[in-house]
């Protein structure tokens, strides 16, 4: 009985863990199929060769603790390229890495707010110990929804990490993860540096 339990325990792990690769691989072809829609894009369809990416590591999906924050005032996030744009600080995410205790904010965009499309977003930015080595120097994003809170807490996948527009091109305004959201752990999840040229 012992033995039929441990082979059905590994069964549904190894099948856990083909279907999250699969999740991933089908989350990373949207994302570069938006490339292609986007009136604003910085790719064409020959640059999307030289996308790179980790591989899918389910251990980079964690379940975080989230605590809704009150009475913030809206500040200015900077941007690469501009003056900044408007966000609130929405809510702190605590949760372990690695073995590591982590906490990052979570942002809602004010202009966003106003339009029904995007009531719901949220907004994840960060920088880590991979920045300027093996991913984007200027940091990664994650989209997270207020759909996605399932009581005091919510789900982070890093797998889905991505980089802002100004990783590809200049003359975009790509918000700069503020410093309070600076992981001191290299998460090597999610996508990598670009591998072709950055457009000017």
């Known amino acids: 009985m012992k033995y039929c339990l441990v082979l059905l325990l590994t069964i ?34 020959d640059d999307l060769q030289f996308l790179r990416f980790y591989d899918a590591d389910s251990t980079y999906r964690v379940v975080a603790n989230m605590e809704i924050l009150s009475n913030e005032s809206t500040f200015v996030m900077p941007v690469f390229n501009g003056t900044g744009r408007q966000y609130i600080r929405y809510a702190l995410l605590k949760f372990v890495l690695k073995g590591k205790p982590m906490q990052l904010t979570l942002y809602r965009n004010i202009a966003l707010l106003k339009l029904p499309e995007y009531k719901d977003y949220l907004f994840l930015p960060f920088t880590d110990d991979t920045n300027g080595t093996t ?66």
């Open 12 to 45: 549904s792990l190894k099948c856990f863990g083909q279907d999250y690769k699969t999740q991933i691989a089908e989350y990373q072809q949207k994302y570069k199929g938006d490339f292609l829609t986007e009136p604003n894009s910085p790719l064409k369809k």
């Open 135 to 200: 991913t984007y120097a200027g940091g990664r994003y994650i989209d997270l929804s207020v759909k996605d809170i399932n009581g005091n807490s919510i789900v982070i996948d890093f797998n889905r990490a991505y980089n802002p527009y100004c990783a590809f091109s200049g003359g975009y305004s790509c918000p700069k993860p503020p410093d309070e959201n600076h992981m001191q752990i290299a998460v090597e999840a999610g996508e990598k540096l670009f591998a072709g040229e950055k457009k000017h």
